[in-house]
C-alpha cells in the first residue's frame, strides 16, 4: 500500500481499545480483484473474539450513554475531520481491496463522513414527548433511550459508508458498535477504527473484528447482550440473520437486495434519462444495490435511447481503478464474473440481442465489458435476478399500467428510477410503484438527508436521515401521578 499515512493499514482487529489477533493466529488472505494479488491478510475470528467485543462493548456501554449528545457529537465530528483529512488514504485502500475506480472511492469515503457530519449534529434534537392524559391526576411522557450494545454487519461493495452510515446514528445515540465487515474488504473498516480510536471514542465503543462470517454473524445474533442487528448484504443471508435474531427478539435492520427498475417515459428528457442510466447502472462496476437492473424504454423513444445509451456505454474505460482513466473497474471475485457471463448467455439464448459487450473484458481476471442487451424478454434469469455486474437489459413497452406491473413484478423493493415530465403521470407512477425509493429524473438518488431502505423482501427499517435515528432507540413510556394539589 502507498500510503502517505502508514498507519492506516491494519491486519489486526480492534477489539475493547486495543488491537488484537485471532485467539489461535488464523488469518484470512486478501486479494487485490484488479491484479489478483495478495494485498495482506486479518485475523479469523470466531465465537469466542466475538464474545470478547461484545462484553467489551456492554462494559462500556453505562459510560458512553451517560455522556450528554453534546460530548458525543464532539467526538463523532473529531471522527469525521480525521476522515476527510486522509481522504486519499482511505480511498487509496477502498480501490486496491474493492477495485471501484480511485474517483468513486474518493466520493465514498466523503459519503460516508457525510453520514457522521450529519448524525453529529441530529443526535442533539432526540426529543421526547409530553401527551395529554385523560385522567385529571396524570401526565404522559415519553422519553428516547439508546437500545444497547449494536451489531453491524456490512458488505464489500461500500466498505465505508456501510459503516458510517450504521455506527453514526447508533454512537451518536449512546449505542457501543460489534462491526463485522465483509472478508473481501476488511482494511476499509479497520482503517475506520484507527481514526475512531484517534478521534477519542472510550475503548469498547468502537470494535470492529473480521473472520469467519457464519461464527461471528450466530454469536451477534444469539449473544443476548446485543440488543440490535444491523444487516447490508443480500436478501439470503438477511434471512438467516433474521431467524437466528428472533431466539433473543432483537430489534433488526436489514438492507437487503434490489432489482431496481429504470423506466424511460415518452416524454422524457431522453440525454438526461441516458446519463441518468449510465450513473445508476456503471457505478462501481454494477455492483451496487440500486443499480438500475431493468431498463423499460416506451416505444416510441426505444431506438432513439437505444443509440444514446449504447454510444455513452462505449466510452467506458475498464481497467486498474488506481489509474486515471479508468471509470470502470473489475469484479469483485470469480464468482461474481461467473452469474454475469451466465446472465448474459441466458438471456441472449432466451432471444435477447447484444447492443455493446457481452463478454469477458480482454484485461481477463475479475473484468467484463460494459454490456447492453436489447429486446430482452421475460424469460431471461436477468429479468428476474440480481445480476450485481455492468448488464443492462433493455424491454420495451407501450402503456404505463403495462410497465407498472412490470416493475412491480419482483419480491425486491428497494430503488425504482423513473424519467418523464408530465406532472400527473410523475405522481401517479410514484405512488404505483412498490419501492423504498423512487428516484424521479434523476440517476443517484443518496444522500444523508435521505431515508434509504426497501419493502418487501429488499429490507426493514431506514438508514440516513432524521428515520435513521429510530433504528437505535427504545421508546420509553413514564406513566405520572401528580399527586400535589392543582396549580393555578
Ligand atoms: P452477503 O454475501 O450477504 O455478505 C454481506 C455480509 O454478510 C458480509 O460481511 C459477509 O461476510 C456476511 N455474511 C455472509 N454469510 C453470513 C452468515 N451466515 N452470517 C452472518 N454474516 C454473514 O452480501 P455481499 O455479497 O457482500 O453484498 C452484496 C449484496 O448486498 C447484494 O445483494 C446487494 O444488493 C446487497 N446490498 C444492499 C444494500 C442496501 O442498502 N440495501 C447496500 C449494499 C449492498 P463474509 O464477507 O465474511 O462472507
Given at each position: 500500500m502507498e500510503l502517505k499515512n502508514k498507519s492506516l493499514f491494519k491486519q489486526e482487529c480492534f477489539i475493547g481499545g486495543k488491537w488484537v489477533k485471532s485467539l489461535n493466529n488464523?488469518?484470512?488472505?486478501?486479494?487485490?480483484?484488479?491484479?489478483l494479488k495478495s494485498i495482506g491478510n486479518v485475523p479469523k475470528c470466531g465465537k469466542e473474539e466475538t464474545k470478547n467485543a461484545i462484553e467489551a462493548a456492554n462494559d462500556a456501554f453505562l459510560n458512553w450513554k451517560n455522556k450528554t449528545a453534546k460530548e458525543r457529537s464532539i467526538i463523532l465530528k473529531q471522527w469525521q475531520d480525521l476522515i476527510i483529512k486522509n481522504v486519499d488514504d482511505l480511498a487509496h485502500i477502498m480501490t486496491v481491496e474493492q477495485g471501484k475506480p480511485l474517483a468513486e472511492s474518493k466520493g465514498e469515503i466523503l459519503m460516508g463522513a457525510s453520514y457522521i457530519e450529519f448524525y453529529a449534529e441530529e443526535v442533539k434534537r432526540v426529543y421526547g414527548d409530553i401527551i395529554p392524559d385523560p385522567l385529571p391526576d396524570r401526565r404522559i411522557v415519553v422519553i428516547k433511550q439508546p437500545v444497547g450494545v449494536v451489531g453491524a454487519i456490512t458488505p464489500w461493495n461500500f466498505p465505508s459508508t456501510m459503516i458510517t452510515r450504521k455506527c453514526a446514528p447508533a454512537l451518536g445515540v449512546g449505542c457501543p458498535v460489534v462491526i463485522k465487515p465483509a472478508s473481501q474488504t476488511p482494511f476499509s473498516a479497520l482503517a475506520l477504527a484507527v481514526l475512531a480510536e484517534e478521534a477519542g471514542f472510550p475503548p469498547g465503543v468502537f470494535n470492529v473484528l473480521t473472520g469467519s462470517a457464519s461464527e461471528i454473524g450466530k454469536e451477534l445474533t444469539e449473544n443476548p447482550i446485543v440488543k440490535k442487528i444491523s444487516f447490508t448484504g443480500s436478501t439470503e443471508v438477511g434471512k438467516i440473520l433474521l431467524k437466528q435474531s428472533a431466539s433473543t427478539v432483537k430489534k433488526v435492520s436489514m438492507e437487503l437486495g434490489g432489482h431496481a427498475p429504470f423506466i424511460v417515459f415518452e416524454d422524457a428528457n431522453i440525454d438526461e434519462a441516458v446519463s441518468g442510466a449510465i450513473m445508476s447502472k456503471f457505478r462501481n462496476s454494477g455492483q451496487t444495490c440500486i443499480c438500475a437492473n431493468r431498463l423499460f424504454v416506451h416505444e416510441k423513444v426505444y431506438e432513439e435511447f437505444l443509440e444514446k445509451f449504447v454510444k455513452k456505454v462505449a466510452e467506458i474505460k475498464v481497467g486498474n481503478g488506481l489509474e486515471e482513466s479508468t471509470n470502470s473497474g473489475p469484479l469483485i471475485?470469480?464468482?461474481?464474473?461467473?452469474?454475469?457471463?451466465?446472465h448474459v448467455q441466458d438471456a441472449v439464448k432466451t432471444g435477447a440481442k447484444i447492443a455493446i459487450g457481452g463478454d469477458i473484458h480482454k484485461l481477463g481476471g475479475n473484468f467484463y465489458q460494459p454490456t447492453v442487451l436489447s429486446n430482452v424478454t421475460n424469460k431471461a434469469k436477468i429479468t428476474y435476478e440480481e445480476t450485481f455486474g455492468p448488464v443492462a437489459p433493455i424491454y420495451k413497452f407501450s402503456s404505463d399500467e403495462e410497465v407498472i406491473n412490470l416493475a412491480n413484478d419482483t419480491p425486491y423493493g428497494l430503488a425504482s428510477y423513473f424519467y418523464a415530465r408530465d406532472i400527473g403521470k410523475i405522481w401517479k407512477v410514484a405512488e404505483a410503484l412498490e419501492y423504498g425509493i423512487v428516484s424521479v429524473n434523476t440517476g443517484l438518488p443518496t444522500k444523508a438527508e435521505i431515508p434509504?431502505?426497501?419493502?418487501?423482501?429488499?429490507?426493514?427499517?431506514?438508514?440516513?436521515?432524521?428515520?435513521?435515528?429510530?433504528?437505535?432507540?427504545?421508546?420509553?413510556?413514564?406513566?405520572?401521578?401528580?399527586?400535589?394539589?392543582?396549580t393555578r
Open positions: 488464523d488469518t484470512i488472505q486478501v486479494d487485490n480483484p484488479a491484479t471475485d470469480q464468482y461474481s464474473l461467473e452469474k454475469v457471463k451466465d434509504f431502505g426497501g419493502v418487501k423482501e429488499s429490507g426493514l427499517g431506514r438508514e440516513g436521515s432524521k428515520y435513521g435515528l429510530d433504528d437505535y432507540l427504545e421508546i420509553k413510556y413514564l406513566s405520572l401521578i401528580h399527586i400535589s394539589e392543582p
